[in-house]
C-alpha cells in the first residue's frame, strides 16, 4: 500500500495457483471474483478519503467505467493492474492522481480527462491502445519510462506543466498533432515506432536529446516557440520538419538521418545546429528560412560543420538564403544550390561564405580558432577549402558567375594569410606580394575591365615619361628634340611631341623592334624596358578575363 501502509482487509479465498500469496479481495488477480464487492469497497474508499488520500495501490481492477467521474481525492493507482478496459472518458482529477507502475492490459481511455494537479504514469505500462486525446494536464505530468505496447493518441491534449516522456517507449505509432505543450517537455532517450507531431505547439524548450525514431516522424508544422533539442536523436525512416517552426534556435548536432530529412519551408528564427549529423540519404532544405545576413550578422544561422552527407548529390538547397550559414569542415562540391542567396562581399557585391566572417567568439566556429601564437587571425586555409568545394560545384553544373566569386574568394584568402609574424612583412605579403598585385590588376581575373584600365594608366603615363627621357626620331624632322620642353618649338608643338611620345608607347605595348622615335639611352631605355613586361603582364591578364567570360 502507498507509503508502506497496510492492506488491514480480510483475506480472500483465492483459488489455487491464481495469486500465490495470500492478498485481500481488492488485490486478488482472480478474473472470477465478486465485482460487486469490489466496487463497494472501492466505493466506500473513496467516499471515506473526501479530500484526502485515496489509496487503490496495487488493485487489481476488472473492466472499469469511469466516464464522466470526478475525483475529489488524491487518488494513489501505484502498482494497480487494470485487467480489462479502463474507461476514464471525460473524467476529473482534481488532485493528484498517481499511477506509477500502474498496467492497464485492455484498451485505456483518458480521452478529455483532466488532471487539475500532478498525473504521474511514470514506468505504467499500456499493453494495448492507450488514447489521451484531448486530454488537459494542468500541472506536471509524467510519462518517463511509461511503456505504450500499441497505438497511443495524445492528439488535441494540453499540457500546461512540465511534461516528461524520458525514456518512454511507444511500440506503435503515437500521434501528438495539434498538441499544445505550455511548459518544457523532455522525450530525452524515448522510442517512437512512427510519431506525428503535427501543428503541435511547444511554447517552452523541447528536448528529444536522444530519441530513437524507429519508423516516420512527422513534425510537419510543428512550432518550436523556445529552443528544440534533436541532438543525438536517430531517424531511422523519413524525417519530416515540412513547414515547422523554430523560433529559438533548434539542436541537431550528431543526429542521425537514416531514410532522408525534409525541412522544406521549415522556418528558423535562430541557429540551427546540424553540427556531426550524418544524413544517409537525401536532405531537402527547399525554401527553407534561415536568419539573413542583416538580423544579427555575426552570429550564425545555421551550422553544418562536420555534417556528413552519403548521398550528398541528393542534397538540395533551393532558394534559402545561405548568407549566415557555415559549411566549413563540410564536403559540399556535390550538393544542389538553386537559386540559392549567399554572403554579399563589401566592396564588389560578390558572393561569399560566412565562414570568412563569423565572429570567432561564438561556440561553432571553433575549428576556425587558431592556437594564440598563430599569426593568421582564423583558419583561412580551412576556408578556401570550402571556397574550392563550392567552386568546383559551380564549375561542374556550368554556372561559372558564381564560380568566379568563389574563386575571387579563395585567392582573398591565400593572400590574407601569411606565416610571417613581423607586422610589417605581413602587411606586405597582404598589400604589396604578388597576389595582391593580381588583385589589383584584375581582381583574380574576374575583371577584364579593370586590367584595360590600368593598361591605358601606364601607355599614358610612358607618353607622358618618353619625351623628358628623350625621343630620338628615326625620319628627318623639322624640329628635332630630345625633350619636352626642348621640343616646344613654334614648329613642334607641345601636343604634337605628345602625340609621337604616345605612339612610342604604343609601339612597346605591341612589341614593335623598330620605332618611329627610339627612346634615348640611359633613361628611355630603362622607360622602354619598364613597359614592356607591364603592358604584357596587363594584356595577359585581360585576355585571361575574357576567356573566362567568354567561357561563360
Given at each position: 500500500m502507498f507509503e508502506g501502509g497496510a492492506c488491514g482487509r480480510p483475506v480472500y479465498n483465492t483459488p489455487v495457483g491464481v495469486d500465490g500469496e495470500l492478498v485481500c479481495l481488492m488485490h486478488s488477480s482472480d478474473p472470477n471474483k465478486d465485482q460487486g464487492a469490489f466496487w463497494e469497497e472501492f466505493e466506500r474508499i473513496l467516499k471515506l478519503a473526501g479530500e484526502g488520500i485515496a489509496d487503490f495501490s496495487g488493485f487489481v481492477f476488472p473492466e472499469a467505467d469511469f466516464r464522466d467521474r470526478t475525483f475529489t481525492p488524491r487518488c494513489i493507482f501505484r502498482g494497480a493492474m487494470f485487467t480489462r478496459r479502463a474507461n476514464f472518458l471525460g473524467a476529473m482529477f482534481t488532485q493528484e492522481a498517481d499511477f506509477w507502475r500502474a498496467t492497464f492490459k485492455q484498451k485505456t481511455v483518458f480521452g478529455a480527462a483532466t488532471f487539475t494537479q500532478e498525473a504521474n504514469f511514470s514506468q505504467a505500462t499500456f499493453t494495448q491502445r492507450a488514447d489521451f486525446g484531448g486530454a488537459t494536464f494542468t500541472q506536471s505530468a509524467d510519462f518517463s519510462s511509461a511503456q505504450f505496447s500499441q497505438r497511443t493518441d495524445f492528439s488535441y491534449s494540453r499540457f500546461a506543466q512540465i511534461a516528461?516522456?524520458?525514456?518512454?517507449?511507444?511500440?506503435?505509432?503515437?500521434?501528438?498533432?495539434?498538441?499544445?505543450?505550455?511548459?518544457?517537455?523532455?522525450?530525452?532517450?524515448?522510442?517512437?515506432?512512427?510519431?506525428?507531431?503535427?501543428?503541435?505547439?511547444?511554447?517552452?524548450?523541447?528536448?528529444?536529446g536522444g530519441?530513437?525514431?524507429?519508423?516516420?516522424?512527422?513534425?510537419?508544422?510543428?512550432?518550436?516557440?523556445?529552443?528544440a533539442n534533436f541532438a543525438w536523436a536517430t531517424f531511422t525512416q523519413r524525417a519530416n520538419f515540412l513547414l515547422a517552426k523554430f523560433t529559438q534556435g533548434a539542436n541537431f548536432a550528431r543526429a542521425t538521418f537514416t531514410k532522408g530529412a525534409?525541412?522544406?519551408?521549415?522556418?528558423?528564427?535562430?541557429?540551427?545546429?546540424?553540427?556531426?549529423?550524418?544524413?544517409?540519404?537525401?536532405?531537402?532544405?527547399?525554401?527553407?528560412?534561415?536568419?539573413?545576413?542583416?538580423?544579427?550578422?555575426?552570429?550564425?544561422?545555421?551550422?553544418?560543420?562536420?555534417?556528413?552527407?552519403?548521398?550528398?548529390?541528393?542534397?538540395?538547397?533551393?532558394?534559402?538564403?545561405?548568407?549566415?550559414?557555415?559549411?566549413?569542415?563540410?564536403?559540399?562540391?556535390?550538393?544542389?544550390?538553386?537559386?540559392?542567396?549567399?554572403?554579399?562581399?563589401?566592396?564588389?557585391?560578390?558572393?561569399?561564405?560566412?565562414?570568412?566572417?563569423?565572429?570567432?567568439?561564438?561556440?561553432?566556429?571553433?575549428?576556425?580558432?587558431?592556437?594564440?601564437?598563430?599569426?593568421?587571425?582564423?583558419?583561412?586555409?580551412?576556408?578556401?577549402?570550402?571556397?574550392?568545394?563550392?567552386?568546383?560545384?559551380?564549375?561542374?553544373?556550368?554556372?561559372?558567375?558564381t564560380a568566379g566569386d568563389f574563386h575571387y574568394g579563395e585567392m582573398e584568402l591565400k593572400r590574407q594569410s601569411s606565416r610571417r609574424r613581423n607586422p610589417l612583412l605581413r602587411w606586405w605579403h597582404r598589400n604589396l606580394g604578388l597576389a595582391a598585385w593580381y588583385k589589383y590588376a584584375s581582381e583574380y581575373g574576374e575583371n577584364y575591365l579593370r586590367p584595360v584600365g590600368w593598361l591605358l594608366v601606364v601607355v599614358a603615363l610612358l607618353a607622358y615619361l618618353f619625351p623628358m627621357a628623350g625621343l630620338s626620331p628615326r625620319i628627318s624632322l623639322q624640329a628635332p628634340y630630345q625633350n619636352v620642353l626642348a621640343s616646344a618649338t613654334p614648329k613642334l608643338g607641345y601636343w604634337q611631341v605628345l602625340d609621337h611620345s604616345l605612339l612610342t608607347a604604343l609601339s612597346v605595348a605591341a612589341f614593335q623592334r623598330e620605332?618611329?622615335?627610339?627612346?634615348?639611352?640611359?633613361?628611355?631605355?630603362?622607360?622602354?624596358?619598364?613597359?614592356?613586361?607591364?603592358?604584357?603582364?596587363?594584356?595577359?591578364?585581360?585576355?585571361?578575363?575574357?576567356?573566362?567570360?567568354?567561357?561563360r
Open positions: 516528461r516522456f524520458t525514456e518512454a517507449e511507444f511500440g506503435q505509432i503515437a500521434s501528438f498533432s495539434n498538441a499544445k505543450f505550455e511548459n518544457y517537455c523532455s522525450f530525452s532517450q524515448t522510442t517512437f515506432r512512427g510519431t506525428a507531431f503535427r501543428q503541435a505547439t511547444f511554447t517552452q524548450g523541447a528536448s528529444f530519441a530513437t525514431f524507429t519508423q516516420g516522424a512527422d513534425f510537419f508544422g510543428a512550432t518550436f516557440t523556445q529552443r525534409d525541412f522544406t519551408e521549415a522556418r528558423f528564427t535562430q541557429e540551427a545546429d546540424f553540427r556531426r549529423a550524418t544524413f544517409t540519404e537525401e536532405a531537402e532544405f527547399r525554401e527553407t528560412v534561415f536568419p539573413k545576413q542583416e538580423n544579427d550578422s555575426d552570429r550564425p544561422g545555421a551550422v553544418f560543420t562536420l555534417a556528413r552527407f552519403e548521398k550528398p548529390e541528393e542534397v538540395i538547397f533551393y532558394q534559402t538564403d545561405l548568407s549566415r550559414v557555415l559549411f566549413h569542415n563540410c564536403d559540399v562540391s556535390k550538393f544542389l544550390f538553386s537559386n540559392v542567396t549567399w554572403r554579399k562581399r563589401p566592396g564588389n557585391d560578390k558572393n561569399m561564405v560566412f565562414d570568412e566572417v563569423v565572429s570567432l567568439e561564438n561556440e561553432n566556429p571553433s575549428a576556425l580558432r587558431l592556437p594564440e601564437d598563430s599569426p593568421d587571425e582564423r583558419n583561412y586555409s580551412l576556408v578556401a577549402e570550402l571556397y574550392q568545394q563550392l567552386k568546383k560545384n559551380y564549375d561542374d553544373r556550368r554556372d561559372y558567375w620605332f618611329v622615335y627610339e627612346p634615348i639611352y640611359p633613361w628611355g631605355l630603362i622607360l622602354r624596358l619598364l613597359e614592356l613586361p607591364l603592358t604584357s603582364t596587363l594584356l595577359a591578364l585581360f585576355l585571361l578575363a575574357v576567356r573566362r567570360h567568354c567561357r
